[in-house]
């Protein structure tokens, strides 16, 4: 694999710095540094993975995996780490800081055609589990994303997923991006601040986000792409998001410690399938429950139709993702992509 770039190590470790202190009290943070096998507590395989918003429910296979013991029976040191926008976690893989992120695979497209090679190795999910909310005050003048043009519309970060999904809908929608703004409010609090003081007319956000915002009355739901039929709809097929990718020339060189991960994550997407979201609510630390007990299993439910049960890449999902990409990202629309370099279903296809 080419050698990545590197990215200014100030960034980075400050951006390290923040994910520590975010998520300390939650994550079972494995010991040494963290090369990427070898060398841990009982001669367990250390892996840093690098979430994009480890409270968010998109992402709630990481932090359910753990608590479930699941990473510590495979026998490996999994530290987890939190970033509220995912091309901040996509940041700190390419500088070679972590060993894997779990955040949109349409990172891996856009990664390829600028010369880094990165590949899902587990898809959790098929569906975005986004959700385009208008805020009360713009209701009125934003029924549909054809009335984004001149909007300022909330995005957890510049380049971040939501960032292109947002796009994609205004584009898709008969609207340029160039008459939109998309407007970088992180999500949880920060974007439910920004909804009600209207520095934002709408935005795109996840639960627990969501139903904090229908349970506040700030907002009301535009676009909802929880579901296959909601990704269809909004987005013209599968779109497939939450996933754990990693560095393929890491992976091609650590595919133990990479199976060990796989079958980690299949176990537990396996018991989400078996389980109540009263009983996955259960099993996640207390402070994700913001909004409280009874709303935190709500939001859990209406995002559980999105997670795949084995891991594996929907079939059609890569193309769908080319073909939304590809109509705002001039990069995209030019260039080669080889999708099956994007994804494996090597690992998950073994696991038990």
Same mark, same amino acid.
């Given at each position: ?73 495979? *026998? %490996? !040191? /999994?530290?987890?780490? @939190?970033?509220? +926008?995912?091309?901040?976690?996509? &940041?700190?893989?390419? $500088? ?77 929608? *008969? %609207? !340029? /991006?160039?008459?939109? @703004?998309?407007? +970088?409010?992180?999500?949880?609090? &920060?974007?439910?601040? $920004? ?158």
């Amino acid at each position: 694999m080419r050698t990545l770039s590197r990215i200014s190590a100030a960034a980075v470790a400050g951006a390290l710095c923040l994910a520590l202190a975010a998520c300390a009290n939650d994550a079972q943070v494995g010991g040494g540094s963290g090369g990427g096998s070898g060398g841990g507590s009982g001669g367990a395989d250390q892996v840093k993975i690098m979430v994009g918003g480890l409270d968010k429910i998109i992402y709630l296979p990481a932090m359910l995996t753990q608590k479930l013991g699941y990473f510590k029976a495979e *026998g %490996v !040191d /999994v530290q987890l780490l @939190t970033e509220p +926008a995912g091309v901040q976690a996509t &940041t700190s893989l390419v $500088a070679g800081d972590v060993q894997g992120v779990v955040g949109f695979y349409d990172h891996t497209l856009d990664l390829q055609v600028k010369g880094k090679h990165v590949e899902s190795v587990v898809q959790f999910a098929r569906t975005p589990g986004e959700v385009e909310v208008v805020s009360k005050k713009a209701a009125s003048s934003l029924g549909s994303p054809k009335d984004f043009k001149g909007k300022k519309l909330g995005v957890t970060g510049l380049g971040s997923s939501t960032d292109f999904l947002t796009k994609y809908l205004a584009v898709r929608n *008969g %609207v !340029d /991006v160039s008459e939109i @703004t998309p407007v +970088a409010v992180g999500a949880g609090q &920060t974007f439910i601040s $920004a909804l009600q003081q209207g520095s934002i007319d709408g935005g795109m956000t996840t639960d627990p986000t969501v139903a904090q915002v229908l349970a506040k009355d700030v907002g009301t739901v535009l676009v909802d792409m929880r579901t296959p039929e909601g990704s269809r709809a909004a987005l013209g097929g599968l779109y497939p998001a939450a996933s754990l990718y990693m560095n393929t020339e890491w992976v091609d060189g650590h595919k133990a410690t990479v199976q060990k991960l796989a079958n980690a994550f299949v176990k537990t997407l396996k018991w989400m399938r078996a389980h109540t979201p009263e009983e996955i609510a259960a099993k996640m630390p207390a402070d994700y429950a913001q909004g409280g007990k009874e709303l935190y299993v709500r939001a859990i439910k209406s995002t559980l139709p999105m997670f795949t049960e084995d891991g594996v890449m929907p079939a059609d999902g890569p193309r769908t993702v080319h073909e939304v990409l590809k109509a705002f990202n001039p990069t995209l629309k030019n260039a080669s992509v080889d999708l099956e370099k994007t994804y494996t279903t090597e690992f998950v296809k073994k696991a038990g």
